[in-house]
């Protein structure tokens, strides 16, 4: 880029030169045609060159056409620069400065009824949330990421109208299906908390961290990890669960463990179906302080000709005042 920028000013300066030749030449012809005519036709012209006024009045044409050539060769190199784009450059450094939210939902056979509820209330909670990262994994047998934590909110909503639509299936094995089915067992949801809890970039950075559970509590087989053991992991790493609870009120003990799990872990348990749930959970999560997370340094280039466009338009401006006086 720099060397096109030296070889548009090179042209510029060659044509300047180009003019400045063409016009010296141009106007030596007709100062020789002028001596040779015009001498003959004017008797005593020297003593006519010998007057105050006169050579006052030839300084003044000669100051002008100087002022004419210099105007000239100004305005060509300007317009040189201004045609070569002159750029600055800026490093910048992104700063995000929100928070960190894992959405975690159990894809087994005893939530297909309610899970595209739940997934409506995850939609809901975007309109809540500007700039927090979001993630999506699911879980039966075993977790699968969906996407990673991301603050694409489009990206987001469109995986979860893909998930949505996955529900209503008529394929052998549906999208919310593929990878969650490699366990023993279904519904492990000490493993499905563990897999979301791990989701989080940058464990070194003091984020702010939490996760939004939707599951029945109904395991069927053993897991690797029970979600007592799931949420003290998740407590250990600073991880807020928030649990959306499906049959809540309608099933004491598993309610009371789920509430019990989130709670270890500063978080708390919301009914599916509760009028408040989506304004509670954003609610606590935003309570939570946000903090930095540095992105890489970036070298962004922007054009800068401002400075040159204006002094083009003064270099026309004089040029043409001073055409328009040499005129008279």
Not at 44 to 57: G, I, Q, V
Not at 194 to 223: K, L, Q, Y
Request: net charge negative.
């Amino acid at each position: 880029m720099a060397l096109a920028n030296i070889w548009m000013l090179v042209a510029a300066v060659a044509v300047v030169l180009i003019a400045l030749t063409i016009g010296l030449v141009v106007g030596l012809r007709r100062s020789g045609r002028t001596s040779g005519a015009d001498a003959a036709r004017i008797a005593r012209a020297e003593r006519l060159r010998t007057l105050p006024s006169f050579r006052r009045a030839l300084a003044r044409r000669a100051l002008a056409l100087s002022g004419i050539l210099a105007l000239g060769a100004t305005t060509a190199i300007v317009a040189g620069v201004v045609a070569a784009r002159p750029m600055s450059a800026q490093t910048v450094q992104p700063v995000d400065t929100s928070r960190d939210i894992m959405l975690c939902l159990d894809v087994s056979g005893s939530m297909t009824e309610v899970d595209v509820e739940v997934l409506t209330v995850f939609d809901e909670l975007l309109d809540s949330f500007e700039g927090e990262r979001i993630g999506l994994t699911i879980f039966n047998s075993s977790p699968v990421q969906i996407f990673p934590l991301t603050d694409d909110y489009d990206f987001v909503r469109e995986h979860l109208a893909s998930m949505t639509q996955s529900f209503d299936y008529v394929d052998r094995v549906p999208e919310h299906w593929v990878g969650t089915l490699n366990g023993d067992g279904a519904s492990l949801i000490g493993d499905g908390l563990a897999a979301c809890a791990m989701g989080f970039d940058h464990p070194d950075d003091d984020r702010s961290r939490s996760v939004i559970f939707a599951t029945d509590n109904e395991v069927n087989g053993a897991s690797i990890v029970t979600l007592e053991e799931a949420a003290a992991y998740a407590a250990s790493k600073n991880v807020r669960v928030f649990a959306l609870n499906p049959v809540q009120g309608k099933d004491a003990d598993v309610s009371a463990e789920l509430s019990a799990a989130a709670e270890a872990t500063g978080g708390a348990a919301f009914g599916l179906r509760d009028t408040t749930t989506v304004s509670d959970i954003v609610t606590q999560v935003q309570e939570q302080e946000a903090t930095e997370l540095r992105g890489e340094a970036q070298v962004v280039w922007t054009d800068t000709p401002n400075l040159w466009i204006v002094l083009l338009s003064i270099c026309l401006l004089g040029l043409v005042v001073v055409l328009w006086r040499v005129r008279l």
